[in-house]
């Protein structure tokens, strides 16, 4: 079955070592999203890549950065973390983006990896 | 405050009962879309309803959206302990893409 693939489901680092999360997709979509998720809360849109068009939210810390070297992987590696970068990440594909218009599709989701800082 | 916001935060009820979640929102939108995350695990796409249908069923799911109250309505109908997840819907804004507002959740406890 296509799918969304995050590697891996949980990931323990020290404060201030620099880790990457993975995430791989059978889609074929063009769009790749990561979103954090805190206990309890809304995901929040860090990123995403339209093909290889990288778009920042205003609001993404420094500290947050991404790659994505083919179609199928994306990977969000996190500089320095803290104790508040403690969440779900999540990754999502879709299949087209709308620059500047419309867009009626769904998002599909990973399982996320549970990121602990110590 | 977020685009999207949900009324109950948490549902609690009987397997056999039917559950109502509501999300409200400020902007003009799109579409709204609602997905479902069990715990620990990611979301799942249920529905998506355009700006301009006033309803959509899906097996027991059953969605509203009323354009003028700025609202939507998530209705499972025939409750099961599986359906115990939170519900999250999500609008999809107008000149924005693909990119998705999400609101807070609502928790859903089904007991057997």
């Known amino acids: 079955d296509a799918m969304v693939i995050q590697n891996p489901r949980y990931q323990v680092t020290q404060f201030g070592k620099p880790v990457t999360l993975s995430c791989s997709q059978t889609?074929?979509?063009?769009?790749m999203y990561w979103y954090q998720q805190k206990s309890s809360q809304a995901p929040k849109l860090l990123f995403h890549y339209y093909d290889k068009d990288f778009n920042n939210e205003a609001d993404t810390p420094d500290n947050f950065q991404s790659r994505r070297p083919n179609t199928s992987f994306c990977f969000l590696d996190i500089r320095s973390p803290g104790l508040g970068d403690a969440a779900m990440y999540l990754c999502a594909t879709s299949r087209d983006w709308a620059f500047g218009g419309r867009l009626d599709q769904p998002q599909h989701f990973g399982d996320g990896t549970r990121l602990s800082i110590l | 405050s977020q685009q999207g916001e949900e009324d109950p935060q948490a549902l609690s009820i009987q397997e056999g009962e039917n559950a109502t979640m509501n999300c409200s929102y400020k902007?003009?939108?799109?579409?709204l879309q609602w997905y479902r995350q069990n715990s620990g695990r990611g979301l799942v796409h249920l529905i998506l309803i355009r700006s301009n249908e006033r309803e959509k069923h899906s097996g027991r799911l059953r969605v509203t959206l009323d354009t003028s109250k700025k609202s939507s309505s998530l209705l499972i109908t025939a409750s099961r302990a599986a359906d115990t997840a939170s519900y999250f819907c999500a609008t999809g804004l107008g000149n924005q893409g693909g990119k998705l507002i999400f609101g807070q959740g609502t928790e859903l406890s089904v007991k057997p």
């Open positions: 889609l074929n979509h063009n769009v």
């Open positions: 902007t003009s939108i799109n579409n």
